[in-house]
């Protein structure tokens, strides 16, 4: 077989609307040089803040003309002179520059090895929504038998919330809007599971047997996000990690002053930056044996071919229940 020369990569020239933006093209892969390895993408993720990177609204962009997805695994196919740790038949993260793309080059010191026992739709997920869930849990400093409450509870940061808090024994109140999405989360493992018309928030005493609810998760925001607020005990916090309503929170003084509530946001980016190479191989490798062990899944919604992105994109904006994957040809 000859060398691969092109890739077919989902690209935009200018932000926009995704629907608008993106294209469909070939672009050239070099070969692997010394230290580099050539990836074969075997599936990659869409994700709202992909939309934000090609919109132009997100908190970090790429230049442009750029390769887009944020997200992926793929196998090492070949590796340049002086590469050690990984190589033919390994499993890494596609790079973070670019996942949506047949093929491509990177450095070999740079990737993330994943282990290739987990099903490649979980393995394509696990760089974003997994760790974001794994550290807002870690980071507040939860004991066994603690309540969080969260809305958007049917996200893919929902799912991995419910699992993971169940495998540290923490109970969950999870706030949907549509009632069809209650019973897949109760048997996701969901303590609880209301609508957000339901009224919850007066009544948080009754729902979590007395028990105060001590951490938020808010990625909706507006009405949403002060319903989770209002519902906090004494000393509680809420993580904002997302905005889909992008209406405003209204600034509630009453539970600032009287309950002592905390607010704070919380961008896996920033948390990547900031942390060592080997606290993150700690992480991802914990995460790992939590999906070996099938105690964290994700339910994938539909998956496209890389040709067919506009269609994907389309997916996504309709209700669903799980990521929607690309994959090539």
Known sequence: MGRVKDSLAVTYHEHGPPAEALRVERVPVP?????????????????????????????????????????????????????????????VRMPEDGA??????????????VPNSIPVELAAMAFINPPTAWRILRDAHLSPGDWLIQNAANSAVGHFVIQMARALEIRTVNVVRREELVQPLKDLGADVVLTEDSG????????????????????????????????LGDGGTMVTFGAMDFTPVRFPTRQLIF??????????????????????????????????????????????PLEQVHEAVEAVGRPRLGKVLLTPA
């Open 259 to 304: 309950n002592n509530v905390s607010l704070t946001g919380f961008w896996l980016d920033r948390w990547y930056r900031e942390n060592s190479r080997e606290r993150i191989k700690v992480m991802q490798d914990r995460l790992y044996n939590l999906m070996t062990e099938g105690k964290v899944s994700a339910p994938v919604a539909e998956t496209f």
């Open 100 to 113: 949506w793309r047949t093929h491509a080059v990177a450095d070999a010191d740079k990737l993330m090895k």
């Open 200 to 231: 919850y928030e007066k009544r948080v005493k009754e729902l979590t047997d007395g028990h105060p609810l001590v951490l938020g998760l808010n990625s909706v925001g507006g009405e949403s996000a002060l319903r989770i607020i209002k519902s």
């Open 31 to 91: 070969a692997p040089g010394p230290g580099q390895v050539l990836i074969k993408m075997l599936a990659a993720v869409i994700h709202p803040s992909d939309f934000g990177m090609i919109s132009g609204s997100y908190g970090r962009l790429a230049e442009l003309p750029a390769v887009a997805g944020r997200e992926g695994v793929g196998e090492v196919v070949e590796a340049g002179d002086g590469v050690e740790g990984v190589g033919p038949g390994d499993w």
